[in-house]
């Protein structure tokens, strides 16, 4: 992003009060035109609430809402150049699938021939033709929601609204609506704001994510960075699995820090300098996959390691995930890639060596 | 194979219950409604006499001791000759029409403010609606005689504050009728009306909103579509117990208010002639019988539709 470029939909400083308790607690929020960016968060983090206030469902208690530039704030959701996908769809019963496509572009008061034309097209968009006549309760979930999703955006908006676009569809059939997806975005050009608690989701559909709780936005950022440096304990934990351990800084120079951390092995030096000297206790993580599980003692001196018992894993095909009790009696996540067919699997009980790099060990201050 | 028997057993008895259930609604339309029915349609057809039943009967046996029936749609054919007959049926289907058109009107608004209130006062408002049913409507009706008389609440009220410097002349006539029938059947309408309009997703509004519909287009292109079942039965409720109305019309009706229940009810006790009077009943009941058979052939469609063409 160079300086210039000015963001598409600039929320500045909104909050939403219900009573007393803020669904969304002061938020900003910057979103680049063109983009798809995820809300991702747990149900009752506030997420829905800000979508809404962007659709204009909801008016927000204080704060602006700017799209290209224009104060929407007040804007009543028929005036906006933004339309919402719902979770279930909300497909009116009653019109046929051509109606439901086709009521925003009556609504504007377009002529037949344009309405049927751009309707055709959308239809051949989302791949569904032959449906223009069936009513809403005639389509499976898949169609329903590539109805919805025609629907949405025969007014070509400036923004999409999504809130929970998968939710309904069940997981085959998610991960090859995703790439869909991804691609009509890409063919429209129009910018994508998704409101998921699918962090799988999140992940391989967003440019960015936001991760939201208790109506504020704890980090924002893209998905590779948001997982391999997470910046508390609360995103860390939420996103993906991984291993929160407690340590103590020993001592910090302007390379290395030196921790003592009981549950991996005693003394630990990272390359990373840490500013505040005030900070003595942190959390040190380290996800599952950036460990090494074997049976036999690692033969190399300086690799770290420490030992312990499988007391359960699981084994999906592609990988396993064994919960390793170590000699501390803590529980350590770690997950193996099964590279050969032919390999001796570890199993219940077996006496193991996990070994990892320090370069991998996330700082998290508490 | 005892077992065998046991399960055998079983499933008759699973079939017996079954059909018990089911047999309860028709045993309960046997007894008081077709038989009824029935009674009044041999009567239809029966000559009147002076006699203790007044009228001729069905069955009648002749010189030599076999049995003959009697049957005469004389009444009938009066009562097309007679234009008294057809133009209090008009007169009547004319004001349940305008009672049911008006109790719509009022109703939906309030079935739709009901349904759109916080979940308390829903029920609060919905006890309210039906708590006048717990005084007699015998009773309700003639306190509207106090209202509406011309030395009433009403006329007292309007020359205190007034708007008019003469009494109206509200009782016995066919606004009075009209504001009884509306009054007593509105809560037929609010009701079901109001259990549609509490199902309606509110998520449909707002799609249709952010698709660009302003408030009254959500309202004209969602909302009344959508409950238009609630419309019909309401208004059948309200429609089918105005047509044949009696109590309304003769407390405050005038005398020039023509009611179908009203001549009914001298057919049987001013001019005692049964015969005639069970066939106005006979032609108000098909009169009635052709809406409902219309409603139920509608839903049974929709239904149908809905069933068929489920996706899972």
């Known amino acids: ?366 | 194979m005892s077992g065998l028997l046991i399960n055998l057993d079983n499933s008759f008895r699973e079939r017996l219950w079954k059909n018990l259930v089911i047999a309860i609604p028709y045993l309960w339309l046997l007894l008081f409604f077709l038989t009824p029915f029935l009674i009044v349609l041999k009567i239809s057809l029966a000559d009147p006499i002076i006699a203790q039943p007044p009228f001729t009967p069905f069955f009648q046996e002749t010189v030599d001791g076999s049995f003959s029936i009697y049957a005469t749609f004389d009444n009938f054919l009066y009562l097309f000759q007679d234009s008294l007959y057809f133009v209090t049926y008009l007169s009547s289907v004319k004001l349940a029409f305008i009672s049911t058109f008006f109790a719509l009107i009022i109703g939906y608004p309030i079935a739709y403010g009901i349904a759109r209130s916080p979940q308390p006062t829903r029920n609060i408002l919905l006890l309210m609606i039906v708590i006048p049913f717990w005084i007699s409507f015998l009773l309700r009706v003639y306190a509207w005689m106090g209202i509406l008389k011309t030395k009433g609440l009403l006329n007292g009220f309007l020359l205190w504050i007034g708007i008019i410097d003469q009494p109206l002349d509200l009782l016995y006539t066919d606004t009075a009728v009209y504001i009884g029938m509306i009054y007593s059947y509105l809560p037929f309408m609010i009701l079901p009306l109001y259990a549609n309009l509490e199902k309606l997703d509110i998520r449909l509004l707002e799609a249709a909103s952010d698709l660009g519909a302003k408030r009254w287009q959500v309202f004209k292109d969602v909302t009344l579509p959508l409950s238009l079942p609630g419309i019909i039965a309401g208004s059948l409720l309200v429609f089918i117990p105005s047509i044949g109305e009696y109590v309304i019309p003769a407390l405050l009706g005038g005398a020039d208010t023509l009611m179908i229940g009203r001549v009914l009810f001298d057919e049987f006790f001013l001019n005692r002639d049964w015969p005639v009077a069970s066939a106005v009943a006979i032609v108000l009941v098909l009169l009635l019988v052709l809406p409902i058979v219309y409603f139920q052939k509608r839903q049974s469609q929709e239904s149908m539709q809905n069933s068929s063409q489920a996706v899972t």
């Open chain 1, 1 to 366: 992003m160079n300086e210039e470029q000015k963001s598409y939909i600039e929320i500045r400083g909104i909050s939403k009060y219900f009573g007393n308790f803020a669904a969304v607690d002061k938020v900003d929020l910057d979103i680049n035109k063109g983009e798809l960016f995820s809300i991702l968060g747990a149900s009752g983090s506030g997420k829905t609430t800000l979508l809404r206030m962007l659709a204009g469902l909801e008016t927000p208690s204080e704060g602006t809402i700017k799209i290209d530039g224009i104060d929407m704030t007040q804007v009543p959701p028929y005036k906006r150049p933004v339309n919402i996908m719902f979770q279930n769809y909300a497909l009116f019963p009653h019109m046929s699938v051509f109606d439901n496509i086709a009521y925003g572009l009556k609504k504007e008061g377009l002529s037949k021939d344009i309405i049927e034309d751009k309707v055709a097209n959308i239809l051949s968009l989302v791949k569904l033709e032959e449906y223009g006549k069936r009513k809403p309760n005639q389509l499976s979930g898949g169609q329903s929601q590539r109805v919805a999703l025609a629907r949405s955006l025969i007014k070509e908006p400036k923004v999409l609204l999504l809130d929970e676009p998968m939710a309904a569809l069940d997981k085959k059939l998610r991960q090859s609506t995703q790439f869909e997806l991804v691609d009509i975005q890409f063919q429209l050009g129009v910018t994508f704001i998704i409101v998921t608690h699918d962090q799988e989701e999140a992940m391989t559909l967003s440019d960015r994510i936001a991760i939201m709780e208790q109506g504020k936005f704890v980090q924002i950022g893209e998905p590779n960075s948001i997982y391999e440096n997470p910046n508390s304990n609360f995103v860390a934990d939420f996103i993906g699995n991984i291993n929160l351990f407690n340590a103590k800084i020993t001592s910090t120079n302007d390379d290395n820090a030196s921790f003592y951390c009981e549950a991996l092995g005693g003394e630990i030096v990272i390359k990373k300098s840490i500013q505040d000297q005030n900070v003595k206790d942190v959390t040190l993580a380290l996800r599952p996959e950036k460990m090494i599980i074997q049976k036999e003692s690692p033969s190399d001196e300086d690799t770290n390691f420490i030992s312990g018992v499988v007391e359960d894993f699981g084994y999906f095909g592609n990988l396993s995930i064994y919960r390793v009790r170590t000699n501390n009696g803590d529980i350590i996540q770690v997950s193996k890639q099964n590279r050969m067919r032919t390999e001796q699997p570890i199993k219940w009980e077996d006496e193991v060596y996990l070994s990892w790099d320090n370069e991998n060990l996330i700082i998290l201050e508490k």
